[in-house]
Nanobody, 114 residues
Framework: QVQLVESGGGLVQPGGSLRLSCAASGSIYVMGWYRQAPGKQRELVASITKYGITMYADSVKGRFTISRDNAKNTVYPQMYSLKPEDTAVYYC???????????WGQGTQVTVSS
C-alpha cells in the first residue's frame, strides 16, 4: 500500500508563486498532481515518471514545472504566474507501474485571490 503525504498549498495573490510537495512510500513509477475546482471535473495538471519524463496540461504549460527526487520519492510542482482559475484542491497521485492502481493523497487547497 503506497502512502502519500502532501504539503504546501494556501492562499496566494494573482501572479504569485507556490510550491507543493508530495512524498510517497515504496517504489514509484509515476507521480503527479490532479486538481479539482468546485463544480468541475478533476483534471490532470502535471506528472513525472522515474525516468524524468514530464507531462503538463495545456492550461499550465509555461507556468508550472514539476521535478522529482527519486531518492526521496518526492515530487515538487512549482507553480508560477498563478491565476484565479488555478484555484482548486490539488491531489497528489502515484502509481507503482505504468498500468497499476492509482494511489491518492488527501488533497491540499490552493486559492488564488487578491
Amino acid at each position: 500500500q503506497v502512502q502519500l503525504v502532501e504539503s504546501g498549498g494556501g492562499l496566494v495573490q494573482p501572479g504569485g508563486s507556490l510550491r507543493l510537495s508530495c512524498a510517497a512510500s515504496g517504489s514509484i513509477y509515476v507521480m503527479g498532481w490532479y486538481r479539482q475546482a468546485p463544480g468541475k471535473q478533476r483534471e490532470l495538471v502535471a506528472s513525472i515518471t522515474k525516468y524524468g519524463i514530464t507531462m503538463y496540461a495545456d492550461s499550465v504549460k509555461g507556468r508550472f514545472t514539476i521535478s522529482r527526487d527519486n531518492a526521496k520519492n518526492t515530487v515538487y510542482p512549482q507553480m508560477y504566474s498563478l491565476k484565479p482559475e488555478d484555484t482548486a484542491v490539488y491531489y497528489c497521485y502515484a502509481r507503482e507501474g505504468p498500468f497499476t492502481a492509482t494511489y491518492w493523497g488527501q488533497g491540499t487547497q490552493v486559492t488564488v485571490s487578491s
